[in-house]
């Protein structure tokens, strides 16, 4: 019979024995979002305060046991789920959900870290204030993870990603101290700005157990349209009229490839999506927020979309009627991912571009892809507002899936990685480095700054137990 782990015991004690799950199925907890890694744990540990974290965090430091902080287990990068040597606590954050303050005259909120981000959206929301993130995950993904990862969604065109909403953190380091930045300040120049130091770097460098977080006022208006588009090119060029013609009320610019809404239809056939029966390679769903009156809004729109049907750059468009079509409109774009896994095993990429570079890019590697790998198919889509696209290749049509991920990831990997690097892009726009593409951070971050990054982990996180292989080798 094998002897249990002492530090369990302790754990027992900081968070309650119903809160230490050793035994059952852990799989929620274990078993990444796309299914592609299950690891075994000591414990899953749930603590419900901060004061509870840090203690966790003490008696795992004493007892040398690494942990793997976790919020909503909804990472794309294999991130936050425990390796398999059943050696490692997984500190899950999902009873940490509150909504601690909402400050008006500050625009700020101040929540939790394990608090859904649709929760906390919906909560701003009913206070009447806008909270901007919004991510396909949002129903189950946590704000301590979204900060975790500098997660950007939809939005970021107009709010910037998750690190531009935040302005405060309460931190637990890899010791078990807590950091108390929870001040909401938009100006404070006292030295190193630790926030920007935990935001993104995935748990390694301490567990984030709380954020302050900036809010906006709600618009009054908010319009979505549609539009068929002949070229990636004219898609950007409607993104430098949409910029000129709406301004900051450009919230939202999402670009889908013709074959990605192709899945869309082929698995969910009850989403009607527009433009289908006309040969147009891409269309773009962009979204315009205003201050003034939906009228002010409207003709804004209308605008925009007449010059952009003059100059050639928008071949058709339909404008949303009401909150309701708006709504039918984005589920299109984010049921993307979802048809392309019901279509199958498929190599996803999540690079960052400058956006006047992206045409060049994808037709020269769609090219190379096709030369080098015949049948592959492209499902192309994302946020072309801010240069982040989901770059994806799916088997051929008809093949072994399973095999073809096996035998051709790797090579697929290397061609797209060595364009993107080609046109000093980002391997990782949004979400993070994990351990999925660890190895790869090796081949395309600079030595230097990966030399800088390895001596903050080791001068925080000495022992390496935070998170440890994640983002970085340590060697």
Avoid at 100 to 106: E, F, I, K, P, T
Avoid at 332 to 357: C, F, M, T, W, Y
Avoid at 442 to 467: E, G, T, W
Wanted: hydrophobic share 40%; proline share 4%.
């Amino acid at each position: 019979m094998t002897t249990p782990h002492p530090v369990l015991e302790a754990l027992r004690q900081i968070v309650g024995a119903a809160n230490v799950l050793t035994e059952g199925d852990l799989s929620a907890w274990e078993l990444d979002w796309r299914k592609r890694v299950h690891g075994r744990a000591l414990a899953v540990v749930r603590p419900a305060s901060t004061a509870e974290v840090a203690a966790v965090v003490k008696a795992c430091a004493q007892a040398g046991v690494s942990m793997v902080p976790q919020g909503g287990n909804t990472g794309m990068v294999v991130g936050s789920t425990p390796d398999t040597s059943g050696t490692q606590v997984v500190l899950s954050l999902q009873r940490m959900n509150q909504v601690r303050v909402l400050d008006g005259a500050n625009l700020t909120v101040t929540v939790d870290a394990g608090c859904v981000l649709q929760s906390l959206q919906e909560a701003c929301e009913r206070a009447g204030f806008l909270f901007p993130l919004s991510l396909a995950s949002e129903g189950s993904c946590t704000i301590g993870g979204n900060l975790g990862t500098n997660a950007g969604g939809t939005q970021v065109v107009r709010y910037g990603n998750t690190r531009e909403l935040c302005l405060g953190l309460e931190v637990v380091t890899p010791q078990g101290d807590i950091w108390d930045g929870l001040t909401g300040l938009r100006k404070d120049n006292t030295g190193y700005d630790l926030r920007h130091l935990m935001i993104g770097s995935e748990g390694t460098l301490g567990v984030i157990t709380a954020a302050t977080m900036k809010l906006y006022p709600l618009p009054v208006s908010q319009l979505t349209a549609f539009a068929a588009v002949p070229s990636l090119e004219a898609a950007v060029e409607l993104l430098g009229l949409a910029h000129r013609h709406l301004s900051a009320g450009l919230t939202g610019f999402e670009v889908m490839g013709r074959f990605a809404l192709s899945l869309v239809t082929r698995h969910f056939p009850q989403i009607k999506v527009p433009f289908q029966d006309r040969d147009c390679p891409y269309c773009v769903v962009l979204e315009n927020s205003d201050q003034e009156s939906e009228t002010h809004a409207r003709e804004r729109f209308e605008r925009l979309l007449e010059a952009a049907l003059e100059q050639g750059c928008v071949l058709d468009a339909v404008v949303a009627e009401s909150i309701t079509q708006a709504r039918q409109l984005w589920h299109i774009r984010e049921s993307i991912p979802l048809a392309q896994a019901q279509e199958g095993l498929n190599i996803k990429h999540d690079i960052s571009i400058a956006v006047s570079r992206i045409p060049e890019f994808v037709r020269s590697t769609d090219a190379l892809l096709a030369q080098q790998f015949p049948g592959a198919r492209l499902v192309n889509y994302g946020h072309l507002g801010d240069g982040n696209l989901h770059y994806n290749v799916q088997a051929p049509e008809g093949s072994d899936a399973e095999a073809f991920l096996k035998n051709q990831e790797g090579a697929v990997n290397a061609l797209v990685y060595e364009r993107v690097d080609q046109f000093r892009g980002s391997i990782s726009a949004e979400h993070g480095i994990g351990s999925l593409k660890r190895g790869e951070l090796q081949h395309h971050k600079s030595p230097v700054a990966l030399c800088m990054m390895r001596a903050i982990k080791q001068a925080l996180d000495p022992h390496n137990r935070m998170n440890p292989n994640r983002v970085l080798s340590i060697e």
